[in-house]
């Protein structure tokens, strides 16, 4: 019940086209769930989250959808650049409450 | 400033040494993790310590110890290193486990 599913494992897109991943989730009490963006090299780094009050959440050509029936979320990159090459992890917790449990991440390659 | 500093970068050593990584953090926070980031990228949590007090301890070799002095540091001490401890150790920190805050990860090799 801990646990959060994420697809693809690995992902190739085409300059501006458009990234999607996807994670799904079971525990219910989840009430927060960030995407980490982590290049080469480097930590994860915080990217967007979103709380389940809200279905869409937009930060420049990042968007969160998030089903709360489906107990599913997503990340689109619009306009994929090859900057945006780097493996990306979804996450879910409890605020407050539990450390975050996070997806096994999607490798994410953006070529020209 | 980098708010979550981790030491050393790079650690290559024998197997049967014993080994210690420092972290450190300036951002106030009153938890701090341990994670261990294999080949496959993925994301296991070791240890959670909040407010020096450890709170999660996942199933880890009891070779591992954490050791936080203040909650401003956690470090982790691993004796008896083995082939498979080579991976990157993450350290991060949050405030009432929140957002978490990486540092920039210690790559282990174990030889």
């Known amino acids: 019940q801990q646990q959060v599913k994420q697809s693809p494992q690995s992902l190739i897109v085409q300059k501006g086209g458009i990234s999607i991943i996807n994670c799904a989730y079971e525990?219910?009490?989840?009430?927060?769930f960030p995407w980490y963006q982590q290049f080469p090299g480097k930590g994860p780094a915080l990217l967007i989250a979103?709380?389940?009050?809200?279905s869409e959440k937009k930060e420049g050509r990042f968007t969160i959808s998030f089903n709360k029936s489906a107990k599913q979320f997503s990340l689109h990159i619009m306009d994929s650049q090859p900057g945006d090459s780097a493996t990306y992890f979804c996450a879910a917790g409890e605020s407050g409450n539990t450390p975050l449990v996070f997806g096994k991440g999607t490798r994410l390659s953006v070529i020209a | 400033d980098t708010a979550v500093s981790q030491t050393p970068k790079y650690l290559v050593t024998q197997m049967g040494n014993d080994k210690s990584i420092k972290c450190e953090q300036n951002l106030g926070h009153d938890t701090m993790y341990w994670y261990k980031q294999d080949s496959k990228k993925f994301l296991k949590i070791m240890f959670s310590?909040?407010?020096?007090?450890?709170?999660i301890n996942e199933t880890v070799p009891n070779r591992f110890s954490p050791k936080s002095p203040d909650k401003a540091h956690l470090n982790l001490h691993i004796n008896s290193l083995e082939l498979g401890d080579s991976a990157v150790y993450f350290c991060?920190?949050?405030?009432?486990?929140?957002?978490?805050?990486f540092g920039a990860g210690t790559r282990l090799s174990v030889l």
């Open positions: 525990n219910t009490a989840f009430d927060y």
């Open positions: 991060a920190s949050s405030q009432a486990m929140d957002i978490q805050y």
């Open positions: 310590y909040n407010n020096k007090e450890l709170i």
């Open positions: 979103i709380r389940p009050d809200v």
